[in-house]
């Protein structure tokens, strides 16, 4: 049974930092393809980073780029979210999603609130 931890989340200022982490069981990060949405209120869930392949390769969403670094520790199975210069158009509900390279299944974290608040 896979399940996707996500955690990290929390208060945080304008311009302040947090990282995020998404831990797995079941699954192994590094043959899978992983990502972060998020999903603000009112409004649809949106990619933030991901990984396009087990490579390494990365994607972010424009609002985002070069603010936000996805990275994975293989050796612990944890993706991070690492999150600077935070912004109140931020404030989202946070989750991590993780699909197997051999199975269409995509599994999803239980989120994590992440507001940025002055």
């Known amino acids: 049974q896979v399940q996707l931890v996500d955690s990290g989340g929390g208060l945080v200022q304008p311009g302040g930092s947090l990282r995020l982490s998404c831990a797995a069981s079941?699954?192994?990060?590094?043959?899978?393809?992983v990502s972060w949405y998020r999903q603000a209120p009112g409004k649809e869930r949106e990619l933030v980073a991901g990984?396009?392949?087990?490579?390494?390769?990365?994607t972010y969403a424009d609002s985002v780029k070069g603010r936000f670094t996805i990275s994975r520790d293989n050796a612990k199975n944890i993706v991070y979210l690492q999150m600077n210069s935070l912004s109140l158009e931020d404030t989202a509900v946070y989750f991590c999603?993780?699909?197997?390279?051999?199975?269409?299944?995509?599994?999803w974290g239980q989120g994590t609130q992440v507001t940025v608040s002055s």
């Open positions: 999603s993780a699909r197997r390279l051999t199975w269409p299944t995509v599994y």
């Open positions: 079941g699954l192994t990060f590094s043959d899978s393809i």
């Open positions: 990984f396009t392949n087990v490579r390494g390769t990365t």
